[in-house]
């Protein structure tokens, strides 16, 4: 029976720049984590070493635990296994995002990317917005906002929790970075492409204009076509705010998430209504009795 100090191991899950997820137990509660455990890849290709590599974990772990949020995963502890290499340990969460709308660009399959109902939408764009608010107030930027970092507390009707510290720009102290951005671009700023340092708030903006996007359409926008243009079927409010969330001049944004929850607001609680059904009555024909059949 494998072991990561005293978790006992499920499975592995995924393997991110510097560490991997896996899945155990913990044997004293008896409930399900998820430990991330340092695991660089190394070689001559790698941006940054080893040591560097390091810091940048452990900056991530306590931004974590520096929290406590409805909408952001927690850290339980941070601890070193027994060949030396450090992890922590966070609640297990039933899923992520990418299971409610599938993968971005598969078109066929039970990954199939696919568009979420408005409400439900909406209700997890105030979710996130709500996390990344508790962030930008402390001066913080993420940086890597995406379906694959949204987890879900459960497989139906799950809440939020905002994941992967591993790029968050701190206020102040921050690990090194290398000169090019390592993430994907797809609901990246920019900006943060061409300079990933120097990106505040409304960075973590755009990835929530280009999300809503993701989520009402079920494709991506074209990023060279500039601010993102929603379906005109939406509420103008929703159109306007994602047009302005995607604008390629940051000061067109608004200016931190707390500002795009707020905009999500206004939009109309019509829009959000469920179809009235109108019930038509069913007449039922009218039956002739011969009058031969009455007079028996």
Known sequence: MERIGKYVVHKSALTTGYAKIVFCRDPDLQVPVALKVFAPKGGDDDPLSAPQWLARFQAEARALAAFDHPHLIGVKTMETGSDGRPFFVMPYMAAHLPFEIG???IVEGDDKA???PLARALSLLKQLSSGLMALHRRGMVHR??????LLLTARENGQIKLADFS????????PPLPDHWLGGTEYCAPEQRENATAVD???????LGVLTYRLLTGTLPDPAAGAVELPAKHAAALVALVAQATDP????RPAHAGAFMQALGQVPAEALAKPKVQVVPVRRPMVVVPKKAVAQ
């Open 201 to 207: 708030a409304r960075a973590d903006v755009y990835s």
């Open 103 to 105: 993968k971005d660009g």
């Open 249 to 252: 001049d940051p000061a067109v």
């Open 144 to 149: 890597a906002v995406k379906p694959s970092n």
């Open 114 to 116: 696919r568009r979420l």
């Open 167 to 174: 790029m968050v720009k701190l206020a102040e102290r921050n």
